[in-house]
């Protein structure tokens, strides 16, 4: 867990770029990836109770997109739209991407992000609480899930992915994959 | 009970996730609770199932650590069985001890599983060595979490008063009130920390963003405006900037969380056989961080060496830290 670490921004030519990309490619490969995360990750949707029933906005806010997020456990969807298109929703949780992935794979606590103002929080603060507990129950590591994505390839798929996270997450300071606990001696 | 052995290690855990994190990095004893109403952090996503808690105390016990249930909020009149049943599942799943604040629940246990270990909630305010010895005397209680308004030095006279094992908050937030008698939530929500186990229930929570000010609304009331780059503290009232007379700012308390890790060699002098962490509510990254900065300073102290410098502000409620009541400076 870093601490008092500096977090990394999104580099603004990057953020530039991605404010002429297609947006279809992203929302399939976000839809993709929930999908993949709900089969995986049964338990989120127990832990989300009620609350899977909210649309939540995933906001990072380095980015020029904003991703709509319903965790349902009969469907799941991730959409991306730019920002300021998304439509309705119940819950807003913004912060530089780093923080956002920084949570999801254990590296940042979302109190200490709220306490720092780096993460933001709007609409229902019990729907935010209750994604954020269940995503933080599951351990997720975004690389492995996205070698999942190869199905009976994953095998093939998972070490380069973790690797290939792991080493330009070393390079931009960016917890692309989950933080490996090592037992206290 | 005065002496000073080994400390033991009280960590917190909201998930089975947070709990393995926990005794990962060093934890001797870890402290959970169900996902109802029955302990005192009762929000939404949090706590455990009961498979969740078998797998947990089985995962402990592997390890050579220990578990606590807290069940330490105060049963409704009429509905008592919600109380009841968490004391009967945590004996059947296997707990080390059970948590506990009131009074009955503490006589239930107590007769209906003399084998169980009970431990005395903070919630139940014991601060002084009588009050500590009819529990122990009634209820057959071993161990007793003490309030968070005590020195070091009462909390010695006290561990030489008695004949039970004392048990001190380290780390984390601090409450203004004594242990189970805030009614500020109640107020503002008509939710109370003490029945409903949820301080500022994150239902009654609403924060805004006013002209770069974050604003937080608890219940409809307006309770801080923090500026822009300014530390956030929790949305509780008495954490609340209101304005009262001529002045204009913490009324009740100011939001800094506690860290007493300096002051490990003189609590263990004092007696107190455990130091708790607080922060169920909190994620495993804080749990990890926070247990393996712990467990390292317990090593130092236990091999005669200094306390290593904290590294915890960061994760701190207002950015801040105290040593809080151990060291009181305002009387």
């Known amino acids: 867990m870093s601490i008092d670490r ?109 306490f720092s ?69 | 009970m005065s002496g000073q052995g080994k400390l033991e290690l009280v960590c917190p855990a909201g998930t089975p996730a947070a709990f393995r994190a926990a005794i990962d990095a060093g934890a001797h004893t870890v402290y959970c609770g169900f996902n109802d109403e029955t302990n005192a952090r009762n929000f939404p996503g949090l706590n455990f199932s009961r498979a969740e808690m078998t797998e947990s105390i089985k995962f402990a016990h592997r390890r050579g650590g220990k578990t606590l249930i807290a069940v330490n909020t105060f049963p409704r009149a009429g509905d008592l069985a919600l109380w009841t049943n968490a004391v009967d599942d945590a004996a059947r799943l296997g707990a080390d001890a059970v948590i506990l604040a009131d009074i009955g629940l503490l006589d239930y246990a107590s007769r209906r599983h003399p084998s169980l270990r009970l431990h005395l909630s903070v919630q139940a305010a014991a601060a002084n060595a009588d009050a500590i010895a009819f529990y122990a005397r009634s209820f057959g209680v071993k161990r007793v979490v003490l309030p968070r308004v005590l020195t070091v030095q009462e909390i010695a006279a006290i561990n030489r008063a008695i004949a039970v094992e004392t048990e001190v908050f380290i780390f984390g937030g601090l ?51 923090v500026a822009a780059g300014q530390a956030a503290p929790y949305p509780t009232l008495c954490k609340g900037c209101f304005q009262a007379g001529a002045y204009r700012g913490h009324v009740f308390e100011d939001p800094v969380s506690l860290d007493a890790a300096s002051l490990i060699p003189q609590l263990a002098e004092a007696g107190v056989t455990a130091l708790k962490i607080e922060g169920r509510q909190r994620s495993r990254a804080y749990t990890e961080a926070v247990v393996r900065s712990f467990r390292r300073a317990l090593d130092a102290q236990a091999a005669g060496k200094p306390i290593p410098a904290s590294e915890l502000r960061g994760l701190t409620e207002g950015q801040q830290t105290t040593s809080g009541a151990y060291r009181k400076t305002w009387r």
């Open chain 1, 6 to 114: 500096k977090i990394p921004r999104f580099p603004a030519a990057g953020a530039i770029a991605l404010r002429f990309a297609p947006l279809v490619p992203v929302s399939l490969a976000g839809a993709r990836l929930v999908k993949t995360l709900g089969r995986r990750h049964p338990g989120l949707f127990a832990r989300l109770g009620e609350q899977a029933g909210k649309i939540f906005l995933i906001d990072p806010i380095d980015l020029p997109l904003v991703f709509r997020l319903a965790p349902r456990a009969d469907g799941p969807r991730l959409e991306a739209f730019r920002r300021g298109s998304a439509g309705p929703w119940d819950a807003r949780i913004g912060g530089p991407l780093a923080a956002l992935l920084g949570m999801v794979h254990g590296v940042y606590d979302g109190d200490a992000l709220f």
């Open chain 1, 117 to 185: 103002r780096d993460l933001v929080i709007e609409g229902d603060t019990g729907a935010v609480l209750a994604l954020r507990n269940a995503i933080d129950n599951e351990e997720i590591d975004l690389a492995a899930e996205v070698a999942a994505q190869f199905g009976p390839l994953e095998f093939l798929a998972s070490s380069p992915a973790r690797h290939l996270a792991a080493l330009v997450g070393g390079l931009s300071g960016v917890a692309l994959t989950r933080a490996i606990r090592e037992p206290a001696a």
């Open chain 2, 175 to 225: 409450c203004v009130m004594a242990e189970g008698r805030c009614s500020l939530s109640s107020y503002a929500t008509g939710k109370s920390p003490n029945m409903n186990g949820a301080c500022s229930p994150a239902s009654h929570v609403d924060y805004h963003e006013e002209d770069g000010e974050l604003v937080s609304r608890l219940g409809g009331f307006a309770i801080h405006r």
